[in-house]
Every structure is written in structure tokens, then in C-alpha cells.
């Protein structure tokens, strides 16, 4: 099993270059993408309460733990989802919020390896 453990700098560096080879987070010019854009939340809801807000400008991102979240889509509810050292998914959560089933997904996406993440089995 591939285990690695990051620091919270070294995540936020990678994470940065993750979006910054995103085809649409590459776009954001106002402000243009980089790790500053990307907000630690303490507990799962306050990521929670961030993602249900809409109309976030692209390139914003919400980190908890080791799972970041980034807008894709200008004030839209697109976010590219990266564990670790790489992105597998594109989430769009206010649905999933909504019917509150938020809670449940971001515990898979903790609990899943990374096997099961790039296959979205999770």
C-alpha cells in the first residue's frame, strides 16, 4: 500500500501545480490561480459551509486535511478534487449538500486509497 505524508507547505505547492495544469483553472485571471487562492478549513463544516456558498470566483479553493477542492468553473459549483499528490474528480457539490449527503462523501474521500480514488470507487 502507497503511503505518503506530506506537510501542510509541501501540499499546498502541490496542489498549486495541480491547478495551475487544469485546463479551466489555468483560465482565472481575476485573480489569476495560485496557492494563496486556497483556504484551509478546520473542520469538516466549515468546508461544508464554504462549498454550499455559490458564486466563488475560479480558482478558489477549500483544503481539509489532505483533500483540497478548486473552483473550475467562475462562479460556478465545478471543483477539481485532489488527495495527496493528485486530482481525480470534478464534484459538484451543492446537490450533494442540499440533500445532505455531504458529510458521507467526504469521509469516503478520506478514508479511500488512492486506487480507489482514480478509479472513483470511493
Same mark, same amino acid.
Given at each position: !500500500?502507497? !503511503? ?23 483560465e482565472a485571471h481575476d485573480p ?22 455559490d458564486n466563488w470566483c475560479l ?34 457539490? !451543492? ?7 455531504? !458529510? ?6 478520506l478514508n479511500a486509497t488512492k ?8
Open positions: !500500500m502507497e !503511503m505518503h505524508t506530506y506537510t501542510e507547505r509541501q501540499l499546498l505547492d502541490i496542489w498549486e501545480t495541480i491547478g495551475k495544469q487544469n485546463i479551466w483553472i489555468a489569476p490561480f495560485e496557492k494563496t487562492m486556497l483556504d484551509k478549513c478546520y473542520t469538516p463544516e466549515e468546508l461544508q459551509s464554504k462549498l454550499a456558498h480558482g478558489q479553493g477549500f483544503y481539509y486535511q489532505n483533500l483540497c477542492f478548486i473552483n473550475q468553473s467562475d462562479g460556478g459549483d465545478e471543483w477539481l478534487t485532489i488527495k495527496d499528490n493528485y486530482d481525480f474528480e470534478s464534484i459538484s457539490f !451543492m446537490r450533494i449538500i442540499k440533500h445532505g449527503k455531504f !458529510m458521507n462523501l467526504l469521509q469516503r474521500l486506487k480507489q480514488c482514480i478509479k472513483l470507487k470511493y
